[in-house]
């Protein structure tokens, strides 16, 4: 299995970005995918994720309402749209992808097998 995160860049305040994380070697329909952050000094963040199937979203406090995470089973693609960012989203943004975790551990790193390279996400004020 590999991921291909994309979409990074140099945003100002309240623009938009839109990452893709194109997975290769397994059927992603059987799989979870999420988005994870990460700032130098701290530790793996949530941010969003998305079920298998499509029907089922998790977002983080800090980004609902103003991210979305989709997914294409076709394409073997999972997108996280970023509205209205902020200078504190400034984060590399990784995706991960594994077996469907439960709810109660969806917001883990330690639920995801795979990671991608991650890109970097910079939000200037």
């Known amino acids: 299995v590999q991921l291909q995160a994309s979409g990074g860049g140099l945003v100002e305040t309240g623009g938009s970005l839109r990452l893709s994380c194109a997975a290769s070697?397994?059927?992603?329909?059987?799989?979870?995918t999420a988005w994870f952050r990460q700032t130098p000094g701290k530790g793996r963040e949530f941010v969003a994720g998305?079920?298998?199937?499509?029907?089922?979203?998790y977002y983080a406090d800090s980004v609902r309402g103003r991210f979305t995470v989709s997914r294409d089973n076709a394409e073997n693609t999972v997108y996280l749209q970023m509205n209205g960012l902020k200078p504190e989203d400034t984060a590399v943004y990784y995706c991960?992808?594994?077996?469907?975790?439960?709810?109660?551990?969806?917001?883990?790193?330690?639920?995801?097998?795979?990671w991608g390279q991650g890109t970097l996400v910079t939000v200037s004020s």
């Open positions: 991960a992808t594994g077996p469907n975790p439960i709810t109660s551990a969806f917001r883990s790193a330690s639920m995801y097998n795979y």
């Open positions: 070697g397994r059927p992603s329909s059987r799989y979870a």
């Open positions: 998305i079920r298998g199937t499509g029907t089922t979203t």
